[in-house]
C-alpha cells in the first residue's frame, strides 16, 4: 500500500505542479516520504541508460533520446533537468502506474554527479555514461577526485560503463570493471602537441600521482596520455571521431559515417560520439543515428540566437564556476573568424546556492578573446567588477572592454550601438534569462 500511495501522491502533486509551472522535485520529495525504497520496488524498463560528469550531461541525453525515439524505442527520461533523487522519483512514479510498473522500453537518466550514488540505491543502470570530469562548482564540490569517489558508489559490477577514453580520471572507473566500452577523439586537425589553458589538471597521474606524458592534447587534459610510472593510459577506442574539421563542421564516426555540425564546438563533438556509443550499444542501426544527429539542433537552450538592435546575437551558455565550459565557448568565439562584439554576465553565480566567491574566473583563459575579430567586449551584472579585475591581467587592451552594473544597462547600450557586428553573450543558466527578456529570440 505504501508503494500505491507514494504513486498517488507523486502524481496528484505532479499535475499540480505543471498547472502552475513548479513541481519536479517536489513530488518526489514526498513520495520518497512516504516509501523511501519506492525505486526498488517499482518495476523498471530492462533498459536504463544513464549520464553523469561534469559537461554535457543534458545535451548528450537529449541526444540519446531523440535517437532511441528514432529507432522506435518508447523513452523516458528527465527532461526538466532535474538529475537528483528527488527529481529521479518524480520522473519514474509519473511515468509508471497506480501498480508500480513503468510504461517505457527505455529508462534514460541524467544523474547529478554528486548525488548518483543516492538515486541508483534501489536499482543500477544497465549502460552508465560518464562523460567527463573536471573543475566544476568547486564551492559545493571540491576538486574532481572527490567527485571521481562520490560517483564510485553508483557504479554496479553488471553496468555496462561507456566511458571517454580521453579523460584520464574517468578511465578510472573501468578499473576491476569487466564490462567497459570506450569512445575517444582519434588525433586531428585540433589536436596539440602543447597544453593550453591556465593550469593543467593532467599534469600528475590520477592513480599514482607520477608526471603524465601526452601524445597530444585535444583541448585542457583530454587528449592522448599515458604515465610512465604506473603504465596508466588512454585505452584503444570502441567508438571513435576518426576524422574533424571544425572549421568546416564535418566530423567522422567510426571511419565511416560523415556527420555535419550545427554548432561548431569541440563540446558538441564529444556529446555526439557519447550519444552515438551507447545508442549503438542499445540496438539502434548507423543510419537511423546518423540521420538524427546530423546537424542537430538542441533544443534545451544551450544555444539561443536572437536580435538586439541591430546585432544578431548568440548565447553560448557557459557554466558558471566551470573554467572548461567558458574556455570552450571562448575559443569557438575565437575560431568564428567574424568581426564581432562579446557581452560576458555574471550575475547570480547559481541558481541552487548563493556564493559570492569568484576565483573561478581567475581559470578562465580570457586572453582568447585578444584577437583582431573581437572589437569590443562588454561586462556586466553584481559581479562586474571582479569580471573587470580578471580582465585587468589580460593582454587585451582597456580601451575594448565596457563595464555595466546591471545586464538592462549593458543591453541597452549594445542596443543603441549604429554598428551590426555579431554578439556572442556568455553567461550561465542563472543569467541568460536577464538578457533573452530584453531581445527578439529568432525562430531556430
Known amino acids: 500500500m505504501r508503494v500505491f500511495f507514494a504513486i498517488l501522491v507523486c502524481k496528484l502533486l505532479r499535475f499540480i505542479g505543471k498547472l502552475v509551472g513548479k513541481g519536479s522535485s517536489l513530488p518526489g520529495k514526498y513520495a520518497l516520504k512516504i516509501c523511501p525504497d519506492v525505486l526498488g520496488r517499482v518495476k523498471l524498463p530492462p533498459c536504463i541508460i544513464a549520464v553523469t560528469g561534469s559537461n ?70 544497465t549502460h552508465f555514461v560518464i562523460t567527463n570530469l573536471y573543475r566544476d ?11 571521481y569517489n562520490a560517483i564510485l558508489p553508483a557504479i554496479h559490477p553488471e553496468t555496462t560503463l561507456v566511458l571517454n577514453a580521453d579523460d584520464p580520471l574517468v578511465s578510472c572507473f573501468a578499473e576491476n570493471h569487466e564490462k567497459v566500452k570506450w569512445f575517444g577523439l582519434d588525433r586531428c586537425s585540433i589536436s596539440s602537441a602543447e597544453h593550453r589553458g591556465v593550469y593543467h589538471d593532467g599534469a600528475r597521474c590520477p592513480v599514482c600521482c607520477g608526471r603524465m606524458e601526452y601524445d597530444w592534447y585535444h583541448y585542457e587534459h583530454i587528449g592522448q596520455y599515458h604515465c610512465a610510472d604506473c603504465g596508466h593510459h588512454r585505452h584503444e577506442t570502441d567508438f571513435a571521431v576518426t576524422a574533424l574539421d571544425l572549421e568546416a563542421g564535418k566530423l567522422t564516426l567510426d571511419g565511416e559515417t560523415e556527420i555535419s555540425l550545427a554548432f561548431k564546438s569541440i563540446y558538441n563533438v564529444y556529446n555526439i560520439l557519447a550519444a552515438w556509443s551507447v545508442c549503438a550499444l542499445a540496438g539502434v542501426d548507423r543510419g537511423t543515428m546518423a540521420s538524427v544527429i546530423n546537424n542537430y539542433i538542441l533544443k534545451n537552450g544551450r544555444m539561443v540566437q536572437f536580435t538586439l538592435g541591430h546585432h544578431h546575437g548568440t548565447l553560448l551558455t557557459s557554466k558558471h564556476e566551470n573554467s572548461v565550459a567558458y574556455d570552450t565557448n571562448l575559443g569557438y568565439i575565437r575560431n568564428t573568424k567574424e568581426p564581432c562584439e562579446v557581452l560576458m554576465i555574471v550575475d547570480a553565480i ?89 531581445v527578439e529570440k529568432e525562430a531556430v
Open 56 to 125: 554535457g550531461k543534458t545535451s548528450t541525453v537529449e541526444m540519446i533520446a531523440a535517437i532511441l525515439r528514432a529507432g522506435g524505442k518508447t523513452v523516458v527520461y528527465n527532461e526538466e533537468g532535474s538529475n537528483q533523487i528527488e527529481g529521479v522519483t518524480t520522473l519514474i512514479l509519473g511515468s509508471s502506474t497506480l501498480g508500480g510498473k513503468m510504461r517505457a522500453d527505455v529508462l534514460l537518466l541524467e544523474s547529478d554527479e554528486r548525488y548518483a550514488r543516492r538515486s541508483f540505491q534501489w536499482f543500477h543502470p
Open 350 to 438: 547559481s541558481r541552487k546556492y548563493f556564493t559570492g566567491e569568484t576565483s573561478w574566473l581567475w581559470d578562465i583563459d580570457f586572453d582568447l578573446l585578444d584577437c583582431e575579430q573581437v572589437k569590443k567586449i562588454v561586462l556586466c551584472g553584481k559581479y562586474v567588477n571582479d569580471l573587470a579585475m580578471r580582465f585587468d591581467y589580460t593582454r587585451i587592451p582597456a580601451e575594448r572592454i565596457a563595464c555595466y552594473d546591471t545586464v538592462p544597462q549593458a543591453a541597452q547600450a549594445l542596443a543603441e550601438e549604429a554598428g551590426d557586428e555579431a554578439l556572442y553573450v556568455v553567461t550561465c543558466f542563472s543569467d541568460r534569462d536577464k538578457l533573452l527578456d530584453l
Open 137 to 147: 562548482q568547486l564551492t559545493r564540490n571540491g576538486h574532481p577526485e572527490w567527485v
